[in-house]
């Protein structure tokens, strides 16, 4: 295992993994900054780019570039108190209030330091936990990895929006995201299924075009729609003045920035949950952490321990989400979705072989999510001031580039127009769902693991019968798929119930 | 909005998952089972959803995922969208037509001039820089192959 931890470090400190990752570190700098890009929409739009590269490179590139998005997007939280990430919202609540009190470089500097401590929690987490997940993963068979599949579509439609509406339109999004996973030609009967005797569709849905469309087109509409220039007016004065008071903070309050990266982890860990989620619990658990009513008052008015907590959490999820990408397949959020469709494309599959043959590439992600965040935060303490500038770019301007990028990207799939049209057919059912309130995450879980999925129930159902249901482990995994179903029913009736 | 927009998809998946169980009625099974065990439900959900918009309430759920502004008044939203989706419809049959070599500055220019209401300094600027980076990287350092676009070879 040490072994394995230590080829991992020498895997990425190759000079053309490490160029790759600094390329990547670039890109998601810049990304985080920018309130009208997501981490997910670049991952996506970054997908072709991999094809010739080493898996090694390839996750450098991927995760690194992904592992320093929220850290950057906490920069635009607290400067213009708008979102530079989904992930980055809490911060806006005491960030951007310390930034209109004169304190916006003590609460950059916290974000920062503590964003490096949650990214180093979760990836110490990722590393011993492949250990723990090993022998567990290697017991699993076709009937398990299936029903593997099926709980992690469960979790991420039950919990992708609230509600039982929520819950209809995430199973929706999922099972969409299955069968569009069946068109091509059937790898166990070799019929061609909803291929309209088109050559192109023979092959199946393409992951890049679909993902490239679903993402990012519904963003550059609403970028196209608001017509701002991307963050407004930069504040006055030198933003990295206080930054090292910032830092101090972070060691102030060392154990609240710890518990809040082990929230951050234990909710990446969790398929479907998210970012999101993980920075607003970690905020709530900052505010809980205030022992008087007196000092509760002071958060959201510019309370330090409001941008702690939720700097650190959304930084450790990502080391917590790729615990189940890897060793399951099973994507702990949009993100993870679609580095598990880089996974695809590279040739490797999630499972046991990512914890045994491709064991120092798994650790080469723990090390991508380390160094990228160390030399991001680093970047972001030098270079603090010309930054702020950045997000003052046009999105008029950013149209067509990024488009010239989506377009690029999907064609460069299987250099045929048919990506293209495929891109803006799902670009258009992408925005139909943001507009509608469907959650796309499941689409992408579905999609990606459509194919997998229908291999091992073909397996099961072969050599098992029905009998594969009656399996101990497939039983707790039916028990909860249930779970994850209901419980939020019976949650919703026993509040309703209280009030 | 977000309730017309959740009707025409549960219609749309209704459609899809109807017909994807219909062909695969004729399949062997080996082929069928996924399709059906997937198409049946989906059909189902998707009709409860669909009498859901149309006979329950209008509630919006609060979705973990990107949001559109709001700040916008929704007729402008609609007149924004339909432009920015010509743009995008556009620049896909100016590649076809013409290839990505000519499409890119071209749309790229034209973009910058009558959308962004840039100068023609900056248009200029930004487009060379654009189509430098277009064709240093995609062309020169990756060698990816781009047709030249069917008006040419109509030409030829």
């Known amino acids: 295992m040490i072994e394995a931890l230590g080829e991992g470090l020498f895997l990425v400190l190759h000079w053309k993994p490490l160029a790759f990752m600094m390329l990547g570190v670039a890109l998601g700098f810049w990304v985080g900054l920018l309130p009208g890009l997501g981490g997910a929409t670049t991952l996506a739009l970054m997908l072709p780019f991999i094809y010739a590269m080493q898996p090694v490179e390839a996750f450098a590139f991927l995760l690194g570039m992904h592992a320093v998005v929220a850290t950057t997007g906490d920069i635009t939280s607290v400067l213009f108190g708008v979102p530079g990430e989904a992930a980055s919202a809490a911060t806006i609540l005491d960030g951007h209030a310390m930034a209109k009190k004169g ?3 003590r609460a950059l500097g916290a974000a920062l330091a503590s964003s490096l401590v949650g990214a180093i929690v979760g990836a110490f987490a990722l590393a011993i936990a492949i250990p723990i997940v090993r022998p567990l993963v290697l017991t699993f068979g076709s009937p398990e990895l299936f029903m593997l599949a ?24 999922g099972g969409l995201g299955l069968l569009c996973a069946t068109v091509g030609q059937d790898p166990q009967a070799g019929i061609a299924r909803y291929t309209f ?9 393409d992951l890049v075009p679909v993902l490239v469309g679903i993402f990012a087109i519904p963003e550059i509409i609403d970028l196209a729609i608001r017509r701002t220039s991307i963050a407004g007016k930069l504040p006055a004065g030198r933003v990295s003045k206080g930054a090292l008071e910032g830092v101090k903070d972070t060691f102030r309050h060392f ?43 002071g958060f959201g008015a510019g309370d330090v321990r409001g941008v702690l907590g939720p700097g650190a959490a959304n930084n450790s999820k990502e080391g917590g989400s790729l615990i189940p990408t890897v060793a399951f397949g099973v994507p702990g959020s949009t993100a993870m979705a679609i580095l598990l469709g880089g996974f695809f494309l590279l040739g490797l599959v999630p499972g046991p072989d990512m914890l045994t043959k491709h064991l120092p590439i798994t650790f080469s992600m723990v090390w991508t999510i380390v160094i990228a965040n160390v030399v991001t935060v680093i970047a972001c303490f030098l270079f603090l001031d010309h930054l702020a500038r950045v997000t003052t770019i046009r999105g008029t301007v950013l149209i067509p580039v990024i488009l010239v990028l989506i377009f690029i990207g999907s064609y460069t799939s299987n250099n045929h127009y048919g990506d293209i049209l495929l891109t803006l057919v799902f670009g258009a059912v992408g925005y139909l769902m943001v507009v509608a309130g469907w959650p796309r995450a499941p689409f992408v879980l579905g999609l990606v693991l459509g194919k997998i999925a229908e291999n091992y129930l073909y397996i099961s159902v072969a050599r098992y019968d029905a009998a594969w249901l009656t399996r101990p482990v497939v039983l707790v995994l039916i028990a909860i798929t249930l779970a994850v179903i209901f419980w939020p029913l019976v949650q919703r009736r026993r509040k309703a119930a209280h009030a | 909005m977000h309730s017309h927009a959740s009707l025409a998809l549960a219609l749309g998946v209704m459609a899809v998952s109807g017909y994807a169980v219909i062909a695969a009625w004729f399949w062997p099974w080996k082929a069928a089972l996924f399709p059906l065990a997937i198409g049946i439900p989906l059909f189902v959900l998707s009709a409860a959803e669909a009498a859901w918009v149309l006979f329950g309430k209008a509630e919006r759920s609060e979705v973990q995922d ?14 924004r969208s339909a432009t920015t989706a010509a743009w995008i419809v556009g620049f896909f049959a100016a590649i076809v037509l013409f290839g990505f ?9 034209l973009y910058l001039k009558q959308q962004a209401d840039e100068g023609w300094i900056f248009s200029t600027v930004f487009t060379a820089a654009v189509w430098a980076f277009f064709y240093g990287l995609f062309d020169r350092l990756l060698h990816l192959p781009f047709p030249a676009g069917w008006a040419f070879t109509w030409i030829s």
Request: aromatic share 12%; glycine share 12%.
């Open chain 2, 101 to 109: 070599p000519v499409a890119v500055p071209f749309f790229v220019f």
């Open chain 1, 255 to 297: 154990w609240l920035t710890i518990r809040c990266s082990l929230i951050g982890t234990f909710i990446g860990i969790m398929p479907g949950m998210g970012g999101a989620v993980a920075q607003w619990m970690a905020y709530g658990h900052a505010t809980q952490s205030a022992r008087t009513a007196e000092e509760r008052k």
């Open chain 1, 150 to 173: 099926i709980v992690g579509i469960a979790f991420i439609a039950s919990l992708s929006a609230p509600g039982v509406r929520g819950m209809v339109r995430g199973f929706l999004s």
């Open chain 1, 197 to 205: 005797d088109s050559l192109y569709l023979w092959g199946g849905l």
């Open chain 1, 103 to 105: 304190e916006a470089g």
């Open chain 2, 66 to 79: 990107f949001q559109l502004t709001r700040d916008v008044a929704e007729r402008e939203v609609v007149r």
